[in-house]
């Protein structure tokens, strides 16, 4: 399987989870984060972590391919 030989794919779940999985918990507009719309604040919150986790995944897989993993 893919995942036990390169685990660091996982990361890119994380944009999948935040924008689709949780989505319905956090269709709400209360709270107000910073006199934004709850989800507002989650949707921008998710943008800024996708290119951390494609980051982490590259990150990962620079590591594979120079043996050190």
Avoid: Q, S
Wanted: cysteine-free.
């Amino acid at each position: 399987m893919i995942i036990r030989r390169r685990p660091h794919l996982l990361w890119l779940l994380v944009p999948f989870v935040l924008y689709l999985g949780a989505l319905p918990f956090a269709n709400r507009v209360e709270p107000v984060v910073l006199g934004l719309p709850f989800l507002f604040v989650w949707l921008l919150a998710a943008t800024l972590l996708t290119p951390v986790a494609v980051w982490l995944t590259y990150r990962g897989d620079r590591k594979r391919r120079e043996g050190r993993v």
